[in-house]
């Protein structure tokens, strides 16, 4: 897109019209923000931002962001880890914020979001069906369907008439994986715009195509990690790049190359290939898959240094079988006119068929820098694993060293330094790029809005399940609070087996998460302040509850990552002795921090955080874990914080709605 050329517009005055069109004023950290993200991307140094809850950094860096685009005529890239920040950004923020800047700009600035292809309905599948994967496969594409998976086939189908976009989040509530992947793609499967005869109306190029039009193209982790470790383009070409939630980078990033490869997937690859490859070669690959299966089955779970014997095997033929399968396959369509263009079915299977053949190569080549691995489980067959040792080197290569990046988010600074994050992204060492770190703090008043409790005087969490001293301390402090609680639990059995104890001891209303949807729970705990919502890893960070229905926070132990974990022991050996704080502090570091966000989402919230783990006031890792909080005021007395509940309580429930005095001053007068 051709963009008209911008006005010299100063940051300050953007900013302002910025904050205005929303009712408010520029936060000293939100200027300060917007500062350092424009001297970022002038100097093309590198920024890691810790901005806490309320500062406002969506705006603090997106007008810088467009300022950008509009003078250097590059869209910026803004990577999120969550679809509630996409949507945020996409349908709050940028419209507020193109508004308002239009008139300065001389022109509305666009924006756009992208996402994998496989997030789109495929317009192909749709009109002519998913290629045959079994005999059961018929049942997803009755008129009449009886099953809910046949159910949910049919609603896409029905919203595909109607959207848009095509893009699956628009579909509430979200259709099963099983039915979306029947009418959807992922990237080696499509058979190509150029050779799709429903390339013109196709919703992933159509989306594509806006975003090479937008001045900011907002993705997520996934996609920004793939685009710059495939080397193919799937955004548009730039030079600035924005991280929000980029505590969560590494591990998306991580995630997005990691390798499964089961037995079930080279079971399906074979019925799919098979009326395109001597029958000898589909006969092959489906002792292939037999094979893995047994030496999965075999197998003990966890690392695996080194592929031997019956696993060796499996794996060889899965590669071997596979390469003699796109040879087969690698001339024009068998039987197809050249002016009907490509048999797409065909496509799809040469592509699952390349994929099985790549991930078992790269298992049977795995060096000193992978990390490979099995799991088994109840709820699925076995799995075989592969994913770097590391990510930091690939992130320098590909990410820093070409474009310059923003990484922002509440959780950066652990510590007191900025140090570990960066060396998990590859910005410490040699030759490591340029960058500095700021905090620009928070507009709350930690000190005088929440007390941090400690529970010093419980015996230290084991391995099964709550203790009663536990459940009487919760009890207690939830009778104090009223409810108004929100309990993050390391684990889902934790959660289920307090929630259970609790029900018979409370007579407030105790939710877990599992006993509906997450959101409906949400709903439900915001609407009764009486109530409490137990649950685990997504409430540690996608929660946002102001106001008096959530008072106290409750963290049942440090969440350390599981000890038993191949990925994390792998990166924790690597590091020598400093393995534990570098990899397992710093990833518990990160997520109490994100958990005890979830207390304070407003500038007149109050409330406790309770961790009922002494470890965080007896062990020698416990200083870095506390620096790593926000400035909460700090207390172990448990009788302290049960007055200052019982007050909290008390002025919620005031009807003349008067302020509460704040919580340190009630801790101190107590």
């Not at 109607?162 to 979200?174: L, M, Q, S, Y």
């Not at 000193?368 to 691995?373: E, L």
């Not at 590909?398 to 310059?404: E, R």
């Not at 990160?590 to 409330?607: C, F």
Request: negative net charge.
């Amino acid at each position: 897109m051709k963009r008209p050329a911008a006005p010299s517009v100063r940051l300050d005055d953007a900013l302002d019209a910025a904050v205005s069109a929303i009712g408010g004023e520029p936060r000293e950290g939100q200027r300060l923000m917007a500062q350092a993200v424009a001297h970022a991307i002038e100097s093309g140094e590198h920024l890691l931002v810790q901005a806490g809850t309320g500062t406002g950094k969506s705006l603090a860096y997106l007008v810088p962001a467009l300022l950008h685009s509009v003078t250097d005529k590059q869209p910026v890239i803004v990577a999120t880890a969550t679809i509630a920040l996409q949507r945020q950004l996409v349908e709050r923020d940028l419209p507020q914020l193109v508004s308002a800047l239009a008139p300065v700009l001389g022109h509305r600035p666009e924006f756009a979001i992208l996402k994998g292809r496989n997030n789109y309905a495929c317009l192909h599948r749709l009109s002519e069906g998913a290629p045959d994967e079994g005999a059961d496969d018929g049942t997803l594409f009755d008129p009449a369907p009886s099953t809910a998976l046949g159910r949910d086939v049919v609603r896409i189908r029905t919203w595909a008439d109607e959207t848009e976009t095509g893009d699956r989040d628009e579909i509430v509530p979200a259709p099963l994986d099983r039915a979306w992947r029947a009418l959807s793609v992922t990237a080696h499967e499509c058979v190509g715009p150029s050779r799709c005869s429903y390339a013109a109306e196709c919703f992933s190029e159509r989306a594509r195509e806006r975003a090479r039009n937008a001045d900011v193209v907002v993705t997520n982790h996934a996609m920004l990690t793939i685009d710059a470790f495939s080397g193919i383009p799937l955004l548009p070409e730039h030079r600035v790049v924005v991280v929000d939630e980029a505590h969560e980078l590494v591990d998306r990033a991580t995630g997005a190359i990691t390798d499964e490869l089961t037995a079930a997937m080279v079971e399906r690859a074979a019925r799919r290939i098979k009326r395109y490859v001597a029958a000898e070669t589909a006969e092959a690959l489906t002792l292939a898959a037999e094979a893995l299966e047994e030496a999965l089955r075999e197998a003990e779970p966890g690392r695996v240094d080194q592929a031997r014997g019956l696993l060796f095997d499996a794996l060889t033929a899965v590669r071997d079988v596979g390469h003699m399968a796109l040879t087969e396959t690698s001339g024009r369509d068998k039987g197809a006119d050249p002016q009907d263009g490509p048999d797409a079915a065909r496509v799809q299977a040469r592509a699952a068929i390349e994929e099985l053949h790549e991930i078992a190569g790269r298992v049977v080549a795995a060096g000193s820098d992978d990390v490979v691995w099995i799991t088994h489980s109840e709820r699925r067959p076995p799995a075989l694993w592969r994913a770097p040792l590391s990510v930091s080197g690939l992130l320098r290569e590909k990410l820093f060293d070409t474009a310059a990046v923003v990484l922002t988010s509440a959780t950066l600074e652990l510590g007191g330094s900025f140090d570990s994050v960066a060396a998990t992204l590859g910005l410490v060492g040699d030759e490591a790029p340029s960058w500095q770190g700021i905090d620009v703090g928070s507009p709350f008043d930690y000190g005088r809005q929440a007390i941090l409790y400690v529970a010093r005087s419980l015996p230290a969490p084991g391995r099964d399940g709550p203790s009663e001293a536990f459940l009487v301390e919760l009890a207690e402090l939830i009778e104090a609070a009223g409810g108004r609680t929100l309990g993050l639990f390391s684990s889902q059995r934790a959660a289920e087996q307090a929630a259970a104890q609790l029900r018979e001891r409370l007579t407030v209303p105790v939710l877990c998460q599992g006993d509906d949807s997450t959101a409906e729970l949400v709903r439900q705990f915001s609407a009764d302040p009486a109530t409490c919502l137990f649950g685990t890893l997504s409430l540690w960070q996608g929660v946002d509850v102001p106001g008096p229905a959530c008072q106290l926070v409750v963290i049942d132990r440090i969440p350390f990552p599981r000890p038993d974990d191949p990925l994390v022991k792998a990166r924790q050996d690597a590091a020598g002795p400093a393995g534990f704080m570098a990899v397992s502090a710093a990833g518990a570091a990160l997520l109490l921090a994100q958990g005890a966000g979830r207390l304070i989402r407003s500038s007149t919230d109050r409330g406790v955080v309770a961790v009922l783990d002494s470890r965080l006031a007896t062990a020698r890792y416990g200083g870095f874990l506390r620096r790593s909080l926000p400035p909460f005021w700090p207390t172990d007395d448990p009788e302290q914080v049960r007055r200052s509940l019982r007050a909290l309580d008390a002025a919620a429930r005031d009807a003349a709605g008067e302020a509460a005095e704040p919580v340190a001053d009630e801790v101190e007068s107590g």
